[in-house]
Protein backbone atom coordinates (compact mmCIF):
# COMPACT_ATOMS: atom_id res chain seq x y z
CA UNK A 1 0.00 0.00 0.00
CA UNK A 2 1.55 3.17 -1.44
CA UNK A 3 1.21 6.23 1.81
CA UNK A 4 1.75 9.80 0.48
CA UNK A 5 2.25 12.09 4.05
CA UNK A 6 2.74 16.29 3.37
CA UNK A 7 3.88 18.41 5.81
CA UNK A 8 5.76 21.52 6.66
CA UNK A 9 2.86 24.31 5.07
CA UNK A 10 2.15 27.05 7.05
CA UNK A 11 1.43 30.54 7.70
CA UNK A 12 4.62 32.77 6.45
CA UNK A 13 4.33 36.80 5.42
CA UNK A 14 4.51 37.59 1.65
CA UNK A 15 8.58 37.45 0.56
CA UNK A 16 8.98 34.35 2.60
CA UNK A 17 9.98 30.30 2.63
CA UNK A 18 8.76 27.34 3.81
CA UNK A 19 9.96 23.65 2.79
CA UNK A 20 7.25 21.09 1.90
CA UNK A 21 8.16 17.78 2.97
CA UNK A 22 6.23 14.41 1.72
CA UNK A 23 7.15 11.07 2.86
CA UNK A 24 6.73 8.15 1.30
CA UNK A 25 5.83 4.48 1.99
CA UNK A 26 5.26 1.35 0.03
CA UNK A 27 5.74 3.22 -3.44
CA UNK A 28 8.35 1.83 -5.96
CA UNK A 29 10.44 3.85 -7.69
CA UNK A 30 9.76 2.96 -11.75
CA UNK A 31 10.41 5.40 -14.65
CA UNK A 32 7.79 7.55 -13.65
CA UNK A 33 7.63 10.83 -12.09
CA UNK A 34 6.22 12.52 -8.39
CA UNK A 35 4.75 16.00 -8.01
CA UNK A 36 3.66 18.70 -6.23
CA UNK A 37 0.22 20.16 -6.63
CA UNK A 38 -2.15 22.78 -5.24
CA UNK A 39 -5.75 23.70 -4.87
CA UNK A 40 -8.17 26.47 -3.54
CA UNK A 41 -11.44 26.03 -2.94
CA UNK A 42 -13.70 26.36 -6.11
CA UNK A 43 -10.60 26.26 -8.66
CA UNK A 44 -9.52 23.02 -9.73
CA UNK A 45 -6.10 21.23 -8.98
CA UNK A 46 -2.76 22.69 -10.36
CA UNK A 47 0.22 21.39 -11.15
CA UNK A 48 3.09 22.95 -9.56
CA UNK A 49 6.22 20.79 -10.24
CA UNK A 50 7.21 17.92 -11.01
CA UNK A 51 10.60 15.46 -11.24
CA UNK A 52 11.36 12.09 -12.35
CA UNK A 53 12.19 9.24 -10.15
CA UNK A 54 15.65 9.35 -11.42
CA UNK A 55 16.10 12.88 -9.97
CA UNK A 56 17.09 14.47 -12.47
CA UNK A 57 14.63 16.28 -14.87
CA UNK A 58 11.95 18.68 -13.02
CA UNK A 59 9.48 20.66 -14.41
CA UNK A 60 7.50 23.74 -13.30
CA UNK A 61 4.96 25.80 -13.57
CA UNK A 62 5.25 29.36 -14.75
CA UNK A 63 4.20 30.82 -11.88
CA UNK A 64 6.67 28.89 -9.58
CA UNK A 65 9.79 28.71 -12.04
CA UNK A 66 12.55 30.43 -10.37
CA UNK A 67 10.92 30.95 -6.61
CA UNK A 68 10.05 26.93 -5.86
CA UNK A 69 12.58 24.04 -6.28
CA UNK A 70 11.43 20.41 -5.71
CA UNK A 71 14.08 17.61 -5.03
CA UNK A 72 13.40 14.08 -4.23
CA UNK A 73 15.57 11.69 -1.65
CA UNK A 74 15.06 8.60 -2.29
CA UNK A 75 17.43 7.22 0.70
CA UNK A 76 14.80 8.93 2.74
CA UNK A 77 11.74 8.26 0.77
CA UNK A 78 11.00 11.88 1.05
CA UNK A 79 9.73 14.55 -2.15
CA UNK A 80 10.36 18.27 -1.10
CA UNK A 81 9.26 21.42 -2.32
CA UNK A 82 11.44 24.36 -1.26
CA UNK A 83 9.39 27.69 -1.70
CA UNK A 84 11.30 30.91 -2.24
CA UNK A 85 9.80 34.93 -2.40
CA UNK A 86 6.26 33.46 -1.44
CA UNK A 87 3.20 35.54 -2.75
CA UNK A 88 -0.44 36.17 -1.25
CA UNK A 89 -1.51 33.97 -4.34
CA UNK A 90 0.51 30.78 -3.75
CA UNK A 91 -1.65 30.11 -0.40
CA UNK A 92 -3.38 26.49 -1.04
CA UNK A 93 -3.32 23.28 -0.09
CA UNK A 94 -0.38 21.68 -1.58
CA UNK A 95 0.13 17.96 -2.35
CA UNK A 96 2.13 15.18 -3.04
CA UNK A 97 1.73 12.84 -6.03
CA UNK A 98 2.88 9.55 -7.63
CA UNK A 99 2.36 8.02 -10.80
CA UNK A 100 2.48 4.22 -11.41
CA UNK A 101 3.56 1.92 -13.77
CA UNK A 102 0.75 2.63 -16.10
CA UNK A 103 0.83 6.43 -15.81
CA UNK A 104 0.60 8.83 -19.11
CA UNK A 105 -0.19 12.02 -19.98
CA UNK A 106 2.27 15.27 -18.97
CA UNK A 107 4.04 16.14 -15.81
CA UNK A 108 0.75 18.66 -14.87
CA UNK A 109 -1.90 16.53 -15.52
CA UNK A 110 -3.83 15.17 -12.58
CA UNK A 111 -5.18 12.51 -14.27
CA UNK A 112 -1.74 10.82 -14.83
CA UNK A 113 -0.62 9.99 -10.60
CA UNK A 114 -2.41 7.32 -9.06
CA UNK A 115 -1.71 8.30 -5.26
CA UNK A 116 -2.26 11.24 -3.68
CA UNK A 117 -1.19 12.69 0.10
CA UNK A 118 -3.98 14.44 2.08
CA UNK A 119 -2.07 17.74 1.68
CA UNK A 120 -0.92 20.64 3.30
CA UNK A 121 -2.18 24.07 3.93
CA UNK A 122 0.10 27.30 3.07
CA UNK A 123 -1.24 30.81 3.72
CA UNK A 124 0.23 33.44 2.52
CA UNK A 125 -0.24 37.18 4.13
CA UNK A 126 0.33 40.35 2.48
Known amino acids: QVLLVESGGGSPQAGGSLRLSCAASGYTYGAGCMGWFRQVPGKEREGVAS????????YYADSVKGRFAIALDKAKNTLYLQLYSLRPEDSAMYYC???????????????????WGRGTQVTVSS
Open 97 to 115: AADSARSGGPWYAVGRYTY
Open 51 to 58: INNGGILT
